[in-house]
């Protein structure tokens, strides 16, 4: 079994994703959203909804507890872990992410999958 | 003022006339943009401004967000262009979504009927048949420039020549007062269907409508079309308003509930009358979330809010809800 061949792809600089924001970017086609925990930790996951592809970036967030609400349907997910919170069991797909000379760079994974999970909903 | 051209990277342009939304533009050249709400609630419309300028024409939006600026998203259901301009959505489509296959119609008041205090019944009739999903809505125009949403309270069947809305007018609001001064006879722009609050057609175990004040719209379609189509689940209507005599259509509602073998209705009022036997309250004291169950809730934004935290506080997840708020 060989491990699976990650791309690496530069997106931001850490003076324009600041600690306790997000953005979103487009890495390889595939949107993505980029979190700056507070604490500074940074991470990766799908960049649209999986009840109904509305963009992440376009919801609501509390730095303070990490808490995206979707705009579309309020669904609310865990920035720390990708979880959804309500729905529950509703989990975002995670990128992996590495930080180097102040560079945030999301890894996209080449095993010919897409990269994100739909949970549909009412 | 002139008319601009949107171009979007997959290549489709349309043209746009002064003052008109890109997305309806987009619509009535054949270019179907992500969309759901209509009027500026959901952000679903959402795409990337990349080259050129536009105008907000709705800037209270209550999807319009600070970061929108900084990501230069807009709201394509309530902007304009003001120069060419390119835009990036995160979907094109030739062919619209299957429920919201809107559509602009000029219909014509049939009736405008009192149903109690400040309540009305307002009767539209169209040049043909329109499509929807029991529990959609219509953008309608009383006047110029004045768009409300109002979801319909007949049930679709496989189509509809008269349609008909139950609202309240809300004394020093344009919109509504517009609407209460319309008489037989008078024209009535509109677009529809919108919305996401429709019954599906494989509601497993069994639904819950909850109906607070005019809210009762939407609901009244859902049932007739849920007696209509004979499902053998649970529909439990909950309906609540301040007043009995706010309760309108209520006989509507048990009629429909009746032709069902699992129907039920809970009436729920905040300042009951001498001798009421039913429950006294909002909807939120009468409704016992069940997690099996799906729930569309129609109200007042204070009242759904309520709902929506009270079904979270009973362990319904929003993957079993729908809900619309207006007034």
Redesign the interface.
């Given at each position: 079994m060989t491990a699976t061949t990650i791309e690496w792809h530069a997106v931001f600089g850490l003076d324009e994703l600041w600690e306790g924001d997000f953005l979103d970017v487009e890495v390889a086609g595939e949107p993505v959203l980029v979190v700056h925990l507070l604490g500074g930790e940074v991470k990766a996951y799908q960049g649209v909804c999986p009840h109904q592809e509305v963009m992440l970036a376009d919801g609501d967030w509390d730095e303070e507890s990490s808490v995206l609400w979707c705009g579309g349907h309020r669904w609310e997910f865990d920035l720390r872990t990708g979880e959804g919170i309500n729905p529950a069991g509703c989990t975002l797909y995670e990128y992996p992410v590495k930080v180097e000379d102040e560079t945030v760079y999301v890894g996209v994974p080449q095993d010919g999958q897409r990269h994100y999970n739909r949970c549909p909903g009412t | 003022m002139a008319t601009h051209r949107v171009a979007l990277p997959s290549g489709e342009e349309f043209s746009v006339a002064p003052g008109e939304r890109i997305l309806a533009a987009a619509r009535r050249a054949g270019v179907w943009l992500p969309f759901?709400c209509g009027w500026g609630s959901?952000?679903?419309c959402?795409a990337t401004l990349v080259e050129g300028e536009v105008e907000l024409l709705f800037p209270e939006a209550p999807?319009i967000?600070p970061?929108?600026a900084r990501?230069r998203?807009i709201l394509t259901c309530q902007t304009t262009p003001i120069t060419d301009v390119v835009l990036k959505p995160?979907?094109v489509s030739s062919s619209p979504p299957e429920p919201l296959a809107v559509e602009d119609r000029v219909g014509t008041v049939v009736a405008n009927l009192d149903l109690g205090p400040g309540l009305r019944r307002l009767e539209v009739e169209l040049d043909r048949p329109v499509r929807y999903r029991a529990g959609q809505y219509a953008i309608v125009e009383p006047a110029p420039g004045l768009r409300r949403c109002y979801s319909m309270a007949t049930p679709p069947g496989s189509g509809v020549a008269e349609i008909a809305f139950v609202y309240r007018r809300y004394p020093g609001r344009p919109g509504s007062s517009a609407l209460w001064a319309l008489r037989p006879g008078d024209p009535l722009p509109l677009e529809l269907p919108y919305g996401?609050m429709w019954i599906?057609d494989d509601e497993p175990t069994g639904v819950v409508l909850v109906a607070g004040g005019t809210g009762v719209s939407p609901i009244l379609a859902m049932v007739g079309d849920l007696a209509a189509r004979g499902v053998t689940g649970t529909v439990h209507v909950v309906y609540g308003a301040r007043r009995v005599e706010e309760l309108v259509c209520a006989d509507d509602l048990v009629e429909g509930l009746a032709a069902l073998p699992r129907g039920r209705i809970t009436l729920v009022v905040e300042d009951p009358p001498p001798g009421w036997s039913g429950p006294v309250g909002t909807v939120v004291d009468a409704l016992e979330p069940d997690p099996d169950l799906?729930y569309y809730v129609a109200g007042p934004p204070p009242m759904v809010d309520a709902v929506?935290a009270h079904l979270?506080d009973g362990g319904v997840?929003?993957?079993?809800?729908?809900y619309d708020s207006f007034g």
């Open positions: - | 759901e959901c952000g679903t959402k999807a967000k970061r929108d990501r998203r995160t979907t996401a599906r799906r929506l979270d997840g929003l993957d079993r809800i729908a």
